[in-house]
């Protein structure tokens, strides 16, 4: 027997009826397609279920079809053998189809549903045959149970001539309602929902009236009532305490269609129109399960009375919610994957690494509500304290993911932080032209650099205390702590270089004239000449640093005015007097050479042989005693080879570099080049055996003078 009726000819969903329940008491699992196709799950909690009961072929499924407009099977005239076989569920449609429709829009957002006509779903309900058999009495049970437990309304359908017969099997079926109803009393934590019960008098005759008939019905009730052993929860309970009882008269089909069709249209609508005194409905009837949790509510509710098991709806519900919550949560996590790799790849820089994103906070912002709307749209009509802890699970799981996701961000703002930091810098210090001192420069781009990093980092947060960049800020500071260092490093490098440049052009310029004519104090003004060179250089490029009066601090190395500390400063310094101590040995290695001081020794030796004390040449006669006075000048001229050769000041103190150069030399390995200064060797120009080389090599060219000299009187004395 097909489980969907009619079946799949009708293309539209909600035409078919489902077959809940089949007759062998199995759950149908296509019960959450057929939800799925009816696509009302947007409702959420605004729709009703309403069940009928009642004896067989008494016209219920006939009755709900001109109620609802379903499609029910209807017992055949001729064959009259039972249909309706286990629970059958439909969606209504008769009562306000266009409404209908539009709340079936698949789009249709849950408020606009909620306020449009609810939805209607019955459920037909195997009728009763009245006879003791076990078989029956058990499904009478379990359906009467599971009809409790989910709907609102329950329609009791009876013939007119079955009302007062108390032995009939009506009132055998209400018995059954109202003991299980007690059970679900018992097992509950809370009072069960009320519940409506609309009694529906078939083929109503009219010669009794419906008010006759109602007092008929309701003693009855009341005498089953009064009959049935309570649990202690519900000793002094009335039946109105569980259930609101409603009449209806209808007329017979066959005999008076016309009034028959006219009164179902006049009872469906107490199913639809809210403002009828006669409105069937009301919320405290309603389970608040919400639609789309319905078919795994059921169906559990189904299981725990096939298994015979204490019903407890309000745990059931919970379970529902948890269950649920859980399903809306993962469908809401596939969205948030989905916008996740979006972002991840918009992040990526496509260089391995993460990059700058503008409005990173809105994209993130953007994938975190959109993932909460999704849930929040069907799990908010849950349980309240379960949707709340759920949504916590996901809100938690979705910000671990995008937290991870804001960490690159902010690995990427660092990043460019520290280049906005070294940008302006290097620009700063491109210009020749520098109006802005260094330590300014440095303070604006630290200050830019890290408020870029703050705004920026702080806008890619979209919760405080969960996106937070305090670690990476430290660590962003750090960073530019090192880069400032390194950048003063590399300012006092360029402002040391320009110095050396000064001192090496003043040496290399100056220098020389002392040694024209060497004297006895010649070293002690080649020396005041350096350190003047030294100072000179040096100050105009750097500011003596003051104390706190503003007064000079002598004791403090100069300060280049980069913000460095006194030690660097020091250290510069230092570094500046030993390049100016190794370029003045350089210097001094070229000038001290020995074709110079031959040079010199030969023009001072000329000076004194060849011309008198007024600079008048001397010409030599025959028998002038030429050789004293070539002895004295040879003499004379040599003296001054010892200033050349020793660095020493006039008191006799040897010049030594004022810096140790051994420990300049071990700082800076890669400047020593192939050969060092020695601070113990700098006061020796020239070794013992190159002076003696040199004396040797004047006295061969005094020699030739002499002998020069000498024929030149012959020749005179010859002549
Ligand atoms: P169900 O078994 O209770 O669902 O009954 P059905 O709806 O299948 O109807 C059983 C039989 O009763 C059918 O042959 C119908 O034509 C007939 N029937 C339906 N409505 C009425 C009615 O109002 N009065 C009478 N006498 N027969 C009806
Ligand atoms: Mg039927």
């Not at 409404?99 to 449009?116: E, F, P, R, V």
């Not at 210009?431 to 890619?460: G, N």
């Not at 010409?619 to 010892?642: C, N, T």
Request: proline content about 4%.
């Amino acid at each position: 027997m097909s489980t969907l009726n009619p079946p799949s000819s009708s293309s539209d969903t909600e035409d078919l009826s489902l077959q809940l329940i089949d007759e062998s008491k199995t759950y149908n699992p296509q019960t959450f397609s057929y939800f799925k196709d009816l696509n009302i799950e947007k409702c959420g909690l605004n729709y009703h279920i309403v069940s009928v009961f009642g004896s067989q072929s008494t016209g219920k499924s006939t009755l709900l079809n001109a109620l609802f407009g379903t499609r029910f099977d209807v017992m055949n005239e001729i064959q009259r053998r039972q249909t309706t076989k286990g629970i059958w569920m439909a969606l209504a449609k008769s009562a306000s189809p266009q409404l209908l429709k539009s709340s079936l829009a698949s789009d249709a957002s849950a408020s606009s549903a909620s306020t449009s006509t609810p939805n209607i779903l019955v459920l037909d309900v195997e009728g009763t045959d009245g006879r003791e058999r076990g078989e029956d009495q058990d499904f009478e049970r379990k359906s009467a149970l599971f009809a409790l437990a989910t709907s609102e309304v329950l329609i009791v359908n009876m013939w007119e001539s079955q009302v007062g017969l108390y032995q009939g099997a009506n009132m055998g079926l209400l018995k059954t309602v109202f003991e299980v109803n007690l059970t679900l009393f018992q097992n509950a934590s809370t009072k069960p929902n009320r519940s409506r019960i609309l009694f529906v008098i078939r083929d109503h005759i009219g010669t009794t009236p419906l008010a006759n008939l109602q007092a008929t019905v309701v003693a009855d009730l009341k005498r089953i009532w009064e009959s049935l052993s309570k649990p202690p929860p519900a000793a002094n309970t009335n039946l109105e305490d569980f259930f609101d009882l409603q009449f209806y008269a209808l007329p017979h089909k066959i005999l008076m269609p016309e009034q028959f069709s006219a009164s179902t249209a006049q009872l469906s609508q107490y199913f639809t129109d809210a403002s009828s005194s006669s409105y069937v409905f009301n919320p405290e009837y309603h389970r608040g399960v919400p639609i789309d949790g319905w078919p795994i509510y059921s169906e559990k509710i189904w299981e725990q009375i096939e298994d015979n098991k204490d019903l407890d709806l309000p745990t059931q519900q919970i379970l529902v919610a948890r269950f649920r919550c859980e399903e809306i949560a993962a469908q809401a996590w596939v969205t948030f994957e989905t916008g996740l790799a979006e972002a991840q790849k918009a992040t990526n820089s496509g260089l391995g690494g993460p990059k700058v994103v503008e409005g990173f906070g809105r994209m993130i912002e953007s994938i975190r509500s959109g993932t909460l709307d999704i849930f929040d749209s069907l799990a908010s009509r849950y349980e309240k304290s379960v949707y709340r802890s759920k949504r916590a699970d996901l809100l938690n799981k979705v910000d671990t993911r995008l937290a991870n996701l804001y960490k690159a961000q902010l690995l990427a703002l660092h990043k460019k932080a520290v280049a906005i930091f070294n940008n302006a810098v290097s620009a700063s210090t491109k210009e020749e032209s520098k109006s802005i001192p260094f330590i300014d420069v440095l303070r604006k781009a630290r200050s830019d650099a890290l408020d870029f990093f703050v705004s920026s980092a702080t806008e890619a947060s979209v919760d405080p205390h969960v996106f937070i960049h305090t670690d990476e800020l430290s660590n962003l500071e750090a960073e530019l702590d090192d880069a400032e260092t390194k950048a003063k490093r590399q300012e006092i490098k360029k402002i040391s270089a320009k110095i050396l440049k000064k001192i090496k052009s003043t040496l290399f310029n100056d220098l020389e004239g002392y040694f024209q004519s060497p004297e006895e104090d010649t070293w002690d003004k080649v020396l005041t000449f350096f350190n003047n060179t030294i100072q000179f250089a040096v100050s105009s490029a750097t500011k003596l640093p003051t104390d706190k009066n503003g007064l000079v601090d002598g004791s403090k190395a100069p300060d280049f005015g980069v913000g460095a500390s006194p030690e660097e400063n020091e250290q510069s310094i230092f570094r500046i007097r030993s390049e100016a101590w190794i370029a003045l040995d350089t210097r001094l290695k070229e000038i001290i050479k020995e074709d110079n001081i031959l040079l010199r020794l030969r023009e001072n030796f000329e000076d004194l042989f060849r011309y008198d004390d007024n600079g008048v040449p001397l010409v030599w006669k025959a028998g002038d005693d030429i050789e004293a006075p070539y002895l004295k000048a040879r003499e004379q001229a040599l003296k001054i080879l010892p200033v050349y050769s020793n660095a020493v000041t006039k008191s006799g103190q040897p010049i030594i570099p004022d810096v140790d150069l051994e420990k300049y030399y071990a700082e800076h390995l890669e400047d020593s080049g192939d050969f060092v200064v020695e601070n113990s060797a700098f006061s020796t120009r020239l070794s013992v055996n190159r002076q003696q080389e040199i004396t040797k090599k004047f006295k061969k060219q005094a020699d030739a003078a002499y002998v020069e000299a000498k024929r030149s009187t012959t020749q005179v004395f010859s002549r």
